[in-house]
């Protein structure tokens, strides 16, 4: 008896195109998987038939093939070429005998080509061979089932179907250029959007500074090293903190967040004209915050030139986070925060299209082009965080805890420090921190806050570079407060440089 070890591939929807369309996504799904076992060091070959593919290799390619859209599902099998029915049996008998032995069981065959039996009655013969070492047949909730799959004259047998993620083979549906900020929403709409076949490439216009990118590039790098198969993905980093300062200083502060999202797609638009993207994707969910409503996407939107996609428009929060567990990138997303002291205080939620455009006309649109002459580009496939300049630890600036000698300072937009605060904290705009703690002494304890932790992160490395002891709240006051800390309301006695 030679069996020889394989793993079926059962293909997705790609099965119900026209002939020449499929013959296509087949080659691109083969390219696929032939550079997903190449990433992960597997040795394999590839073999095609209609309906099927056939890798001959080690087993543990399945947790790599699962990972490859355009699979439906797969099988750890083995193949035997059979000369007639009651070999065919005989060997399945002695493949399957210590599998179904004292358990209950049922036989399932599937039949393609011309042959003397059928399916039926493999299904009869085998079931009958198999039952003196099983306990019996269930038919309807079997613990074993005996798969077999004739093809030819070769024979395939296996225990197993485990089901893979479907979707389109990346590259059959073009290039889409993803605005992602490293959080949970844009990652999982930059898989949904590899799941239907499009290559992602990735724009990150950075608000904070070299600690948001590392993380943000880690989580990107996540999903392209597990995801991203057939091509070469780049990310690409636009610094948006001149910008931001710029709109701080000249636009109503209620319409900051729709602006600065017009003149993100703006630049997203500039980069997919270089990369011949076809779609800006983002992480946009209905009605998740004010820039986010359908009155303010409407007028967002009519800065783009190319189509918008939102995939994940009208989920949940949760089952954004649970995609974000399944594929893999749920850990390096929670410890990316928010880059607070951006947004006002009270946004609008229902914003003009002609009101927009009176304050986009105060924006000094060079600065805007500064960040364009900038921009860095990685390959998430051949650099690794370390060669961005991203080795450090920077968990090391955090603390859970406020030290009793420590200067505390908030970062914060000056009518968020207002509406509540750590008492005896120190409201002081980012942009003025350095000449701030020079000032006070650089020899104190200091220890930065914000809303979540982003920005903090940011000024407490900022100062560490000046050889200031400085440290960032971890989780922000969100998590300060929520732990049980009182916190103190306006007065007017409290020091504040804003």
């Known amino acids: 008896m030679s069996l020889k070890k394989v793993v079926l591939i059962r293909l997705g929807e790609l099965t119900i195109k026209g002939l020449a369309t499929r013959k296509h996504f087949e080659n691109l799904l083969k390219r696929n998987i032939m550079d997903a ?47 007639d029915l009651e070999d065919l049996i005989a060997t399945a008998e002695e493949y399957f005998k210590e599998k179904v032995l004292g358990k209950r069981f ?8 011309s042959h003397t039996f059928s399916s039926i009655d493999v299904n ?50 073009g290039r889409v250029i993803s605005l992602v900020s490293g959080g949970f929403d844009s990652i999982v709409a930059s898989w949904l959007m590899l799941k239907r076949g499009a ?31 057939g091509y070469d993905p780049k990310l690409y980093i636009v610094d948006f903190t001149t910008v931001v300062h710029e709109l701080k200083q000249k636009v109503k502060p209620e319409l900051i967040g729709v602006v ?48 918008v996609l939102r995939p994940v428009i009208a989920y949940d929060k949760d089952e954004i986070v649970e995609l974000a567990r399944k594929i893999g990138t749920y850990e390096a997303s929670s410890q990316v925060k928010e880059i607070c002291g951006v947004y006002s205080f009270h946004p609008t939620t229902h914003a003009r299209l002609d009101e927009v455009l009176e304050e986009e006309a105060k924006i000094d649109v060079s600065v805007l082009e500064k960040s364009l002459d900038n921009v860095e580009i990685i390959d998430l496939h051949s650099s690794s965080p370390i060669d961005a300049g991203c080795g450090t630890n920077f968990q090391e600036l955090e603390v859970d805890e406020i030290p009793s000698n420590a200067v505390v300072l908030d970062v914060r937009p000056p009518e968020k420090y207002r509406s509540g605060r750590i008492p005896g904290s120190i409201n002081v705009d980012i942009w003025s921190l350095e000449d701030y703690v020079t000032s006070l002494g650089k020899e104190k304890k200091y220890v930065v806050v914000c809303d979540e932790g982003g920005l903090s992160r940011e000024a407490a490395f900022l100062l560490r570079k000046m050889g200031v002891d400085a440290y960032s709240l971890r989780g922000g006051l969100r998590r300060y407060w929520r732990a049980g800390v009182k916190r103190s309301a306006s007065n007017p006695q409290e020091q504040a440089s804003s």
Request: aromatic letters at 10%; charged letters at 25%; hydrophobic letters at 40%.
């Open 199 to 229: 290559e992602v490439d990735f724009l990150y216009l950075n608000l904070g500074g070299p600690v948001s990118k590392c993380y943000v590039l880690r989580v990107v790098k996540t999903l392209a090293d597990n995801w991203c198969y």
């Open 37 to 83: 076992l190449r990433r992960a060091g597997i040795e394999a070959e590839l073999r095609k038939k209609f309906g099927r593919f056939y890798i001959y290799g080690p087993y543990e390619s399945i947790d790599v093939l699962r990972r490859v859209f355009g699979i439906k599902s797969l099988s750890p099998a083995v193949e035997y070429e059979f000369k």
């Open 260 to 307: 600065l999202k017009r003149l993100m797609y703006r630049v997203a638009n500039r980069i997919a004209l270089k990369t011949g993207a076809e779609g800006i994707v983002t992480g946009e969910n209905l009605g998740q915050v004010s820039s986010q409503t359908l009155a303010n996407l409407n007028v967002i939107d009519k800065s783009s030139d190319l189509i």
């Open 124 to 173: 009869r013969l085998l079931g009958e061979r198999l039952l003196k070492y099983a306990s019996k047949v269930d038919l309807e909730n079997p613990e074993v089932t005996a798969y077999v799959e004739v093809r030819g004259n070769k024979a395939y047998f296996f225990t197993e179907i485990i089901e893979a993620w479907g979707g389109l083979p990346v590259g059959s549906e």
């Open 106 to 113: 049922a036989v399932r065959t599937r039949r393609v080509g």
